[in-house]
């Protein structure tokens, strides 16, 4: 394989391990750090294809989730409060004694969303980079 096409392939993890799996026979020949996988096991490939697989999928879902209750905080304002009176409605994310019972609910939920959100990016992230070294 040239090299500049071996780099076009190494920009994927998934076929960067793919390329990596059927350049040693589908088993990974030692770990990163030199050690040898246990007897009969592909050295954790699934669970990192899971990873890179699943982190995606969740990033998605919190991502929706947390633009639905983070749109939700307005509508449920306490009676008597003016949405626009801090000039956005969204403002009222960060005044919880402007909200009701609900309000508060749809915060926290938002609030729960975004960090699921930021902790799929990360470990996608990380399980990409162990997925390039496996690779190389």
């Known amino acids: 394989m040239h090299v500049a096409s071996q780099r076009m392939v190494y920009q994927s ?3 960067a391990l793919a390329v990596h799996n059927s350049l040693v026979g589908g088993k990974i020949a030692r770990l990163p750090g030199g050690i040898d996988p246990p007897a009969g096991s592909r050295g954790g490939l699934e669970r990192l294809y ?3 697989g699943y982190c995606p999928c969740i ?3 919190a991502w929706v989730s947390g633009v639905w209750y983070t749109i939700r905080v307005p509508f449920n304002l306490k009676p008597g409060v003016d949405a626009w009176a ?3 409605p969204f403002n009222y994310l960060f005044k919880p004694e402007a909200l009701t019972s609900k309000g508060l609910v749809a915060r ?3 609030g729960v969303s975004l960090l699921v959100f ?3 990016l990360v470990v996608g992230g990380i399980a990409g980079y162990v997925a390039k070294l496996v690779a190389e």
Do not use: D, E, K
Request: glycine share 6%; charged share 10%.
């Open 50 to 52: 899971c990873l890179l």
């Open 86 to 88: 801090m000039g956005n």
């Open 59 to 61: 990033c998605v879902i």
């Open 108 to 110: 926290r939920r938002a």
């Open 118 to 120: 930021v902790a799929a």
């Open 13 to 15: 993890p998934f076929l």
